[in-house]
Antibody
């Protein structure tokens, strides 16, 4: 059974940093592209960042480019999102999401989410 | 930037009714469109990909259609567990989601 479990959500101050983790199990982790998608309170879904299975290609939404860094440790079956220079508008539930084999672009499995609150 | 517009914003229905949700893209996305169901406190669930392919384990009452810029998600007979917010997602270019349609009792 595919499982994705996020951790690291917390309260942070504007300008601060946080690192989210997503532990994957039930599939061959390094074969699959992964993404982070967020949902701000009362808002819809927003794609944040993606990384290829091998970790050599990364992609970012304009809203986080230069502030967030996606990475993965395939030996630990874990995906990361390093978030720096946090803004109030980064407050959201952050989901990690798995793409099907072949990086087809949609997301077949999602984690339960990690809440990030940015507030002074 | 491709914009997805979902309609209606909210749909009030009763169990057993047929439901049709719409998603329009500001430019063609071919068939690179997915639908997800989101209920409070739960992870999004993939229902449809490539506009009309049902994801594994999704009941046959869910169907998707369309191509280019106009897409629909149809629930043939609404079950109680089908209430929630439905999002369309285009992946022809940078991933974008629609703003969602809330299906409520």
């Amino acid at each position: 059974e595919v499982q994705l479990l996020e951790s690291g959500g917390a309260l942070a101050q504007p300008g601060g940093s946080l690192r989210l983790s997503c532990a994957g199990s039930g599939f061959t982790f390094n074969n699959y592209a992964m993404s982070w998608v967020r949902q701000a309170p009362g808002k819809g879904l927003e794609w944040v960042s993606a990384i290829s299975g091998g970790g050599d290609s990364t992609y970012y939404a304009d809203s986080v480019e230069g502030r967030f860094t996606i990475s993965r440790d395939n030996s630990k079956n874990t995906l990361y999102l390093q978030m720096n220079s946090l803004r109030v508008e980064d407050t959201a539930v952050y989901y990690c999401a798995k793409e099907p084999y072949g990086a087809q672009g949609f997301f077949d499995y999602w984690g339960q989410g990690a809440l990030v609150t940015v507030s002074s | 930037e491709i914009v997805l517009t979902q309609s209606p914003a909210t749909l009030s229905v009763s169990p057993g009714e047929r439901v049709i949700l719409s998603c329009r893209a500001s430019q063609s996305v071919s068939n690179k469109l997915a639908w997800y169901q989101k209920t409070p406190g739960q992870a999004p669930r993939l229902l449809i990909y490539d506009a009309s392919s049902r994801a594994t384990g999704v009941p046959a009452r869910f169907s998707g259609s369309g191509s280019g810029t106009v897409f629909t998600l149809t629930i043939s007979s609404l079950h109680s567990e089908d209430f929630g917010v439905y999002y369309c997602h285009q992946y022809d270019t940078w991933p974008r989601f629609g703003q969602g349609t809330k299906v409520e009792i």
